[in-house]
């Protein structure tokens, strides 16, 4: 999961500049996305997720850890590009709720990344979805998403990246 866990943090450290919907709002007065989300962003996350997915498979390759999953350029691919349209598409709904931006929005702040993740990679390689997301690897990520999710905003917060701990 470290190539979908890995650009949300990215995107906001290294995030900023042109926003993706280009400052236009919808017909309900409110924008499209938001200033939360930037062509930075997204482009340096999806790149450190496919870093570190690249650094797995060289690792895997190298050690031979037939227990960790298979990963190919397909998947970690899917499941960094995925984590943050995953988070577009919370932050689109998000803004149709009136939300501004960073707003609170509890589970759907924590499961976005999981979500976009699943779907993509569900449309583009679903064998290595059933392959190795199992009902108990499916659990572990439900359980270890918000705590994750949690910390890592905190210490965000912290060292002045987020502008609140959530
Ligand atoms: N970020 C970005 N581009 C993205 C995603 C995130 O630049 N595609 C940066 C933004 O600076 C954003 C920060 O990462 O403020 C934190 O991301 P997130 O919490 O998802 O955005 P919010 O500002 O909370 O906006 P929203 O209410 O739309 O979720
Ligand atoms: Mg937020």
Redesign the pocket.
């Known amino acids: 999961m470290l190539p979908a866990y890995l650009p949300?943090p990215v995107?906001?450290l290294m995030?900023?500049g042109t926003p993706?919907d280009f400052g236009r709002t919808l017909s309900d007065g409110q924008r499209i996305?938001?200033d939360?989300?930037?062509y930075?962003?997204?482009l340096c996350?999806v790149l450190a997720g496919i870093a570190v997915g690249l650094v797995q498979i060289s690792l895997s390759n190298h050690f031979g850890w037939d227990l960790l999953p298979r990963h190919t350029l397909t998947s970690i691919t899917l499941l960094s590009f995925g984590a943050?349209l995953g988070?577009?598409g919370?932050?689109l709904i998000?803004r149709r709720l009136g939300?501004?931006?960073?707003?609170k929005w509890p589970i759907a702040?924590q499961y976005d990344l999981v979500i976009g993740a699943f779907v993509l990679m569900l449309i583009f390689d679903p064998s290595w979805l059933f392959a190795y997301v199992t009902l108990p690897i499916l659990v572990i990520i439900i359980i270890l998403t918000p705590i994750l999710h949690r910390v890592v905003n905190i210490i965000g917060y912290v060292g002045g990246i987020?502008e609140v701990p959530w």
């Open positions: 949300n995107a906001a995030g900023g993706i996305l938001g939360g989300k930037t930075r962003g997204l996350g943050l988070d577009m919370k932050s998000k939300k501004e931006r960073g707003a702040d987020k």
